[in-house]
């Protein structure tokens, strides 16, 4: 009777153990994705040099243009222009870019982009937005 009732006790030690390390790791996993996670621009990878020419590859004329093109500058913004583009950036800080941030969930210009091209933005200004 002894032994039956120090094998429970072992057993259910044993459960409190591994019940409290997987708690334990469920929390440094959501603390990790906490630290990591913040804002939607970790996740972007950017490869290679981005230049202001790689935008008009990505389709900036076809979700911008018809509101912001040369001649049509809604809100001062002409997406064809370096010198104009560059009004709205801070060159190698895409957080705080209002170029980037209108296209990102929530921003105002969300609905017209797209997942490249507001990555290649993001790319272009986090590489200092070279011309
Ligand atoms: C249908 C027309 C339209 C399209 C398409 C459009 N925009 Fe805009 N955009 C506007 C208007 C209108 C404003 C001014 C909105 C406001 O200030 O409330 C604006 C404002 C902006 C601003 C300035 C915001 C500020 O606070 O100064 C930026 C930058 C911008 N747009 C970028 C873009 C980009 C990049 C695209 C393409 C992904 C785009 N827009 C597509 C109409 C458009």
């Given amino acids: ?8 006790f072992c057993l259910i030690f044993f459960l409190y153990c591994h019940y409290n390390s997987s708690a334990k790791e469920e929390k440094d996993l959501y603390i990790k994705s906490l630290l990591f996670s913040k804002g939607s621009s970790n996740a972007i990878q950017c490869n290679g ?3 202001f020419s790689s935008l008009s590859a990505v389709g900036i004329q076809t979700s911008c243009g018809s509101c912001h093109g040369s001649g049509i500058a809604t809100a001062g913004v002409d997406i ?4 104009s583009l560059s009004g709205f ?3 190698n800080l895409p957080d705080n870019s209002t170029l980037y941030l209108v296209l990102i969930p929530g921003g105002k210009m969300n609905q ?3 997942s490249n091209l507001t990555n290649t933005i993001y790319c272009w200004i986090k590489g200092g937005a070279i011309q």
Wanted: glycine residues 0%; hydrophobic residues 40%.
């Fill in 1 to 8: 009777m002894k032994k039956i009732i120090f094998f429970v």
């Fill in 112 to 114: 017209y982009t797209n």
């Fill in 89 to 91: 950036l801070q060159p």
């Fill in 49 to 51: 040099t981005v230049s």
């Fill in 80 to 83: 064809s222009s370096y010198s």
